[in-house]
């Protein structure tokens, strides 16, 4: 059986904790923030954890992230 290759696309935006979970940033703070409030773009500024099902399809894309050997 061939070797699982890595998502690269998904290993540029997504960050693993100590502890195996995947750590991503929020999207829309790029641009067109004038529109956007204070207290918006502050949340946005915050990364947040990839949870449940979505945490499963990524790690899966990821082999050699997040596991224990």
């Known amino acids: ?7 690269r696309s998904l ?3 997504v ?3 100590g ?3 995947l750590k991503r940033y929020k999207s829309g ?10 207290p918006r773009k502050r949340k946005l500024r915050q990364s947040t ?3 449940g099902r979505n945490e499963r ?3 899966r894309l990821l ?4 596991r224990s050997k």
Not at 63 to 66: A, D, H, L, R, S
Request: glycine share 6%; no cysteine; charged share 40%.
């Open 1 to 7: 059986m061939p070797k699982m290759k890595t998502k």
């Open 29 to 38: 703070h790029s641009h067109l923030l004038e529109s956007k409030s204070k």
């Open 57 to 59: 399809r990524m790690k």
């Open 49 to 51: 954890i990839i949870e």
């Open 15 to 17: 960050k693993v904790t």
């Open 11 to 13: 290993a540029k935006r």
């Open 19 to 21: 502890r195996g979970k």
């Open 63 to 66: 082999p050699k992230v997040g």
